[in-house]
């Protein structure tokens, strides 16, 4: 296994458990329910501990297409990309460890009350702040091939298969 296969590999966990994590925490901000909570919390730092996995395999990706430099890639693209996933990495560990102080807060206390305000509402606008840059981060990794010219090409016209003697039932 290479590095870009590794990092497309595992590249999804962070942008599924922050979306994950990041709407159980406004929709437990709003129903108050402590089992929501608890799974938003969990969620946000399983997402702060996958991301730096993700960073380093990126990184070492990047290196590989250096080296070999595909046809299909678009010049620049990785280079936008890792620039995102830089800036995506150290937010998305400030929110994990956002997260995993309110769950050890959460679980510390008992089930007989609600964190207060301020920790619930800091780890909704982290959770928010790191949604929206791990969705940048992850559009502009797709547009390393999306947007390669060989896809915006016109696709050629069909080949007709030769001509075999036996004809085609009625």
Known sequence: MDWPYAHLLIN???IILTVAGAAAAV???????????????ATLTL???????TFLT???????????NPWYIVRGS??????AAEVTLWVVLAVGVIAAYAWWRS???GG??????????LVVVSSLVGLGFVTWTSLLGGEIVHKSPI????????VQAPATGVSAPP
């Open 27 to 41: 929709v437990g901000l709003w129903m108050r329910r402590r089992g929501l909570w608890l799974y938003a919390v």
């Open 107 to 109: 679980v510390r206390r």
């Open 78 to 83: 990785i280079d936008t990309h890792e620039e």
């Open 47 to 53: 997402a702060g501990l996958s991301i730096y996995p």
């Open 12 to 14: 999804h966990f962070p």
């Open 112 to 121: 007989e009350s609600q964190p207060p305000t301020w920790l619930r509402a």
């Open 58 to 68: 990126g990184d070492e990706a990047k290196d590989t297409f250096k080296r070999v």
């Open 151 to 158: 896809l915006e090409a016109p696709q050629p016209p069909a």
